[in-house]
């Protein structure tokens, strides 16, 4: 099964950082590098050149020189990756952001915390969408296989057990998912947030460092 965009369930995710300041993307390598298999562009075509259908999350700043972070992501974008990419930058977020297909957006400086807890949450997020995905792919598959087969050749099938086996498999996981996220208090209220009709963009605030 598929954890997110390249990682299976019990693999590291992969995270690229993506700053053209060195010295503050090393650092935010250092406190990621604990929980995730982390590397760093320090330019925008750097990133592409890094970005692959393995990562699973980019760390994207909007400020560059040559190709900026929006151009970056509109790349990544145009190239069909589903990488995950939040915005971590020192510029506001203004209605320009409304166009922009990334998963979150963090001003600078992030904090540590700030910064692991919205690399989990936005991970966790992929889990369960590539999971639900999976599970209706594999449910659609049963149907067809129930409409189309006698009942005796369906229990005579090890493939069609071996189906139901991993719908069975799919489903807990997806459950096991929900409950990890319903544990975050924040991530639960972007579900709300959601639901209601809001967005849930993060717009942490502090005095502002490129």
């Known amino acids: 099964m598929m954890e997110q965009n390249g990682s299976p369930v019990g693999e590291e995710s992969e995270v690229l950082v993506v700053d053209d300041e060195p010295r503050?993307?090393?650092?935010?390598?250092?406190?990621?590098?604990?929980?995730?298999?982390?590397?760093?562009?320090?330019?925008?075509?750097e990133a592409l050149e890094k970005v692959s259908e393995s990562v699973d999350l980019v760390l994207l700043d909007r400020r560059m020189p040559e190709q900026s972070g929006d151009?970056?992501?509109?790349?990544?974008?145009?190239?069909g990756y589903d990488t995950r990419v939040?915005?971590?930058?020192?510029?506001?977020?203004d209605f320009d952001i409304i166009d922009m297909e990334f998963d979150d957006y963090l001003v600078k400086p992030v904090s540590k915390d700030e910064l692991l807890d919205?690399?989990?949450?936005?991970?966790?997020?992929?889990?369960?969408?590539?999971?639900?995905?999976?599970?209706?792919?594999l449910a659609s598959k049963r149907a067809l296989l129930e409409k189309e087969k006698a009942e005796h050749e369906l229990n005579e099938s090890t493939a069609y057990q071996e189906l139901l086996a991993r719908i069975d498999d799919v489903a807990a996981e997806t459950d096991r998912t929900i409950?990890?996220?319903e544990s975050h208090t924040d991530f639960a209220d972007v579900f709300r947030d959601l639901d209601s009709g809001t967005d849930g963009v993060s717009s942490s605030r502090s005095p502002s460092s490129d």
Request: no cysteine; charged share 25%.
């Open 24 to 45: 503050l993307a090393d650092l935010f390598e250092g406190w990621l590098a604990s929980k995730w298999s982390v590397s760093t562009a320090y330019s925008g075509e």
């Open 71 to 79: 151009d970056v992501l509109a790349t990544i974008r145009s190239r």
């Open 86 to 93: 939040v915005m971590v930058t020192a510029v506001d977020p």
């Open 118 to 137: 919205n690399v989990a949450d936005v991970l966790e997020r992929a889990a369960y969408e590539s999971s639900v995905r999976e599970y209706y792919s």
């Open 179 to 181: 409950s990890r996220l």
